[in-house]
């Protein structure tokens, strides 16, 4: 487990698990799940996006990119894509996440999002974040970005 | 024995969800890098809000709390006013202004008083947004003397009967237009020229022309318009109606940042015969320009030190992803967008059913 920390407070903390694999843009998270990749949102987009208020996915059968949108989120103050970890077809969409979105605001890496059946899964996944050492280079990176454009407001 | 929690103003205040986020308060950031460098802030008591307007998340018939209530579609968390005073003296950078809203309340004077005096030591310039209902010339008098710079009235509704139907009389409310108009009168003879504003809410049923008199009105009187579109409130009695069309919204920008600077007036600008504008009446180059500047567009609010607004409001009267007032300034893309959205086919608001 990566433990990422901006300040004391406490949601300036965040957990990315190193068995996971991350998009570095959109902060969906990819698990390996036999031939099939979980996807979900990791401890970061979520204190980024705020408290969830609408979710659209691609529906079940999709094909899908890697890099490009299978589905998008909302807040009340933030719109923005979720991009996919791997090229696939989407085996399912968890409705009960994309209808009350503010689940994955309460438990992020259970209320996964969709089931993908990846088409490429092993040069996919080989230039994205995964294991602790990666994960935290990843997230420095990304902290001093957000920290440059004023957009961090942990301390 | 234990103490109590102090739940109500001026121990205690609700904030706006973007002031919050400006304030690291609540976590997340602003869709397109918006910024708000106003910090909105609601009296809050147990009791609520003795008014009962149809369109307002914090109606006095709504269920629930009134701290718990969405306002403007979104919580407004509520903090200690020590805990505010504090954050904002931590960072002065990010704060222009700080906008006391009142509610009707009979200790809403006194409160607001009472917080106006706790932010004196902030570099901070002060707005009140007023509640003509409970208040006296008298009062906006000691509100200016007590620091505040600009005093604001949300008359909200561009005529007197939809005021009265969904403000006054119809849904049992205590307001009355006249007094919300004296009001605004008397805020601009004691703070002073264009340092008085008026909420406006584009698509509570009025015709274009209607509210493009209003504003006229408002600009005659020497206060500014701040301009809202309307958006349905969940659990307001308004919440199944529908969100006002972009393009209702776009020309009464227009016309209302035309009127202010002269370009036009509510006489030269044309109406067809349901009352939707048909010509502004300006030189078709020169509004090209003004519509391409892309300031008519944005957020109209109280100004900043150095910003022509500091009330940006993002996302405030519609979702980020179909923005009414831009909290910035809008690029090539969007202007394209208006540009359609200006010349947009009716049916507007007006021709809703009454009632909705």
Redesign the interface.
Known sequence: MALISAGTKEECNWELPDDLYYHKKDHVWAKVEGGKIRMGLDAFGVWAAGDLAQMRTFPNGRAIRKDHAFGNIESGKFIGPMRSPVSGKILEVNDAVVSNPSMVNDDNYNNWIVLVEPSNAEEDLADLPHGEEAIRSWMEAELEDFKSKDLLNCD | MTESIKVDSPAQLQMS??AA????L??????R??TLSCINLLLTYEGGCAGNCAYCGLQRQRDGRFSEKSFI???WPSFPLEEIIARIG?HPERVDRVCISMVTHGRAVEDTLAVARSLQPLDAAVSILMAPTVMTRENIVTLKDTGAEIGSVAIDAATEELFDRYRGKTVKGPHEWERYWQCLADAVEVFGDSKAGCHLIVGLGETEREMANTIQRVYDLGANVHLFSFYPEEGSALADREACPPGQYRRLQLASYMIQNGFTSYGSISYDESGRIAGFGVDPEEEKIVIESGIPFMTSGCPGKDKLVSCTR??GDG???DIRSYPFAPNMEDIAKIRMELTESYPGCSELEEGQ
């Open positions: 969800l973007a986020m400006t304030l690291g609540r976590p997340g950031i602003f869709y890098g918006a579609r979104v919580e931590r993002p996302y979702p980020p992803g």
